[in-house]
Nanobody, 121 residues
Framework: QVQLAESGGGSVQAGGSLRLTCVASGYTDSPYCMGWFRQAPEKEREWAARIFTGNTPYYDPSVKGRFVISEENDKNTVYLQMNSLKPEDTAMYYC???????????????WGQGTQVTVSS
């Protein structure tokens, strides 16, 4: 059984930083794609950042230059360092893992429970 354990969300003021961590257990495919979707109230779910094993990460244009995604493949762990946070980054952040970096969230079957990030102005 695949499980994703997320941690690191919270509340910060604009300009602050947070680091999200996601640890996957029970996942055996390799290579794989791992990353973070986010969903703000009344908005569509969107990719924040993702990385396919050993490849160049993808960032949503709204977070590029502020967020950094990194991985430890031997630990099935991915991190999202979020700097210079803005109120518009406020969302529930969900970790996913899958065989490919699908553009649609519907293609992912393994999800974390979500961690809330709230940025106040």
């Amino acid at each position: 059984q695949v499980q994703l354990a997320e941690s690191g969300g919270g509340s910060v003021q604009a300009g602050g930083s947070l680091r999200l961590t996601c640890v996957a257990s029970g996942y055996t495919d390799s290579p794989y794609c791992m990353g973070w979707f986010r969903q703000a109230p009344e908005k569509e779910r969107e990719w924040a950042a993702r990385i396919f094993t050993g490849n160049t990460p993808y960032y949503d244009p709204s977070v590029k230059g502020r967020f950094v995604i990194s991985e430890e493949n031997d630990k099935n762990t991915v991190y999202l360092q979020m700097n210079s946070l803005k109120p518009e980054d406020t969302a529930m952040y969900y970790c996913v893992i899958g065989k490919y970096c699908y553009s649609s969230s519907d293609m992912f079957t393994h999800w974390g429970q979500g961690t809330q990030v709230t940025v106040s102005s």
